[in-house]
């Protein structure tokens, strides 16, 4: 195994966007340690195999779309996330919507997801980490294009749950 520079820094991100205060990697030809300032935290899991769902907040949006043009942007942003759950990746890596170039995407705008059905696919560190609903509900959109790299917390779908 070897890690190209892009890899590093992506890994680097993750572990200080995590919390985790060292990470060692090693195999038979290549070792790498990153550890951080951090006061200890001590993690017995593995890597999360399911897209952790935050609430839906309106306030960021109306904040962010604010700045743009107060009036006009604020109002639908808030209406249109409101009722809608943000599924957000769970790891750096690469986005894919099916499990191959020829296979069919897991979800598409429009489908009806329960939980634990598998949304997508993230490629982290040669590693396909399949991502599972959280909550049940209707697609609403697909907020990344396949096989394009996300970063950790970044939404990747919106659902209803209605």
Do not use: H, W
Not at 59 to 68: I, T
Not at 152 to 158: G, I, R, S
């Amino acid at each position: 195994m070897s890690m190209d520079i892009k890899q590093v820094q992506d890994l680097i991100k993750f572990v200080s966007k995590s919390g985790v205060n060292e990470v060692s990697i090693e195999e038979k030809d290549f070792k790498i340690t990153i550890k951080t300032n951090q006061e200890p935290t001590y993690v017995t899991a593995t890597v999360p195999q399911v897209a952790p769902v935050a609430t839906p907040s309106a306030a960021p949006a109306v904040a962010e779309s604010a700045s743009v043009a107060p009036q006009a942007a604020a109002k639908p942003a808030a209406d249109d996330s409101s009722k809608y759950i943000t599924v957000k990746s769970p790891m750096i890596g690469t986005f894919y919507r099916s499990a191959g170039p020829s296979k069919p995407s897991f979800a598409n705008v429009g489908d009806e997801v329960t939980t634990g059905k598998v949304l997508c696919i993230i490629e982290a560190m040669k590693l396909f980490n399949e991502i599972e609903s959280e909550v049940s509900g209707k697609i609403v959109k697909i907020l990344v294009n396949d096989a394009q790299p996300v970063e950790y917390d970044q939404p990747l779908f919106l659902v209803d749950p209605s």
